[in-house]
């Protein structure tokens, strides 16, 4: 009797065993925005990849529209280890690395050519690693576009936007930008800018079409001035923690699957951008104000001397590199 429930209970772990090696190894990707955007679109190619080409190993789960977890949690989340992908926008790394903060400077990219060509050179591909010793990896830079003002009010010149409240993303350098108009800027998490416009609790804020779109801003806002004076894009990253406990092979097959989703997002933006632009457009709600080119050299005189209040931050060196990607 004795050996047979020896024999029973070997065969049990042996069984445990198996089903232990045989779980899949879960990813949950957690992120702030709508499906229908860049990144809500490249998450779910990822998940799609990944099910193709890793199917039973790993286990990709797409969390959107700040479900699980928010703009202000999503870093720390992950260094917990409770979520293992997030691409939050550039603008939310002041707290981890200080050079990224290049990507705020106003009226830096000509446009998002520009800002391509900076992140894929050498000085954009040394930041992937900026983050390492947070405990953190750059996986990847993944495009939205360029970001756009909306307001209660037009706004034409530096002037209209004094002392008006804007909702910014948790960036010094963008605080920076937009007291430089001596406007207000208020840091606010993004799943809560819609309530703060349409209460008027804030007057504006900046953002991409996608997101002005998709987070129904346009409804609320009866101005968006087509500024193009910033850029919004992303960092995919994970924690060095989870990524190293990766078998090689698998870490090399998830940076694969990664990267061509990184690359279908990058290839949507601009159109995504320019859809949601007409979609705009066609609902009526909103008026678009084109800047001539007196009015928007003005925003530009105001807002560029951030440039040198950062630069010890950011570095010159880095600041000449990302203007060079303009020629
Ligand atoms: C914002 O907070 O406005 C953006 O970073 C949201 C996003 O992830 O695009």
């Given at each position: 009797m004795r050996l047979l429930t020896a024999a029973v209970t070997a065969i049990a772990l042996a069984l445990g065993a198996q089903a232990a090696v045989a779980a899949p190894i879960e990813i949950k990707f957690s992120h702030v925005v709508a499906e229908s955007t860049p990144k809500g679109q490249m998450a779910l190619k990822f998940k799609e990849l990944v099910d193709e080409r890793l199917a039973g190993k790993v286990k990709v789960e797409v969390f959107p529209?700040?479900?699980?977890?928010?703009d202000g949690k999503e870093l720390e989340a992950m260094l917990l280890g409770d979520i293992q992908l997030i691409a939050p926008s550039l603008s939310k790394f002041q707290k981890y690395?200080?050079?990224?903060?290049?990507?705020?400077?106003?009226?830096?990219?000509?446009d998002m050519d520009a800002v391509e060509r900076f992140q894929q050179g050498p000085e954009g591909q040394g930041l992937l690693s900026s983050l390492e010793s947070k405990g953190l990896i750059g996986l990847g830079y993944l495009h939205n576009g360029m970001k756009q003002l909306s307001a209660s009010n037009p706004l034409r010149v530096p002037a209209d936007a004094a002392g008006r409240k804007f909702r910014i993303m948790t960036s010094d350098v963008l605080q920076a930008q937009f007291e430089a108009v001596e406007a207000v800027p208020l840091k606010k998490p993004f799943s809560e800018v819609f309530t703060l416009l349409q209460t008027r609790a804030i007057d504006g804020q900046e953002n991409t079409w996608s997101n002005i779109y998709s987070q129904k801003f346009f409804e609320v806002q009866p101005y968006i001035t087509e500024s193009n004076h910033g850029v919004l894009d992303y960092l995919v990253v994970t924690s060095t923690e989870f990524w190293m406990s990766l078998d090689d092979d698998l870490r090399v097959e998830l940076k694969k699957a990664l990267s061509d989703a990184i690359a279908y997002g990058n290839g949507i933006a601009d159109e995504k951008a320019n859809e949601d632009k007409q979609q705009i457009i066609d609902s009526n709600r909103s008026e678009i104000i084109t800047l001539t080119d007196t009015e928007r050299q003005q925003w530009v005189d105001a807002m560029k001397p951030v440039w040198k209040q950062f630069e010890k931050d950011i570095g010159v060196q880095l600041i000449n590199a990302a203007q060079a990607a303009n020629q």
């Open positions: 529209s700040s479900q699980l977890f928010g690395t200080p050079e990224l903060q290049v990507f705020d400077l106003p009226f830096l990219f000509k």
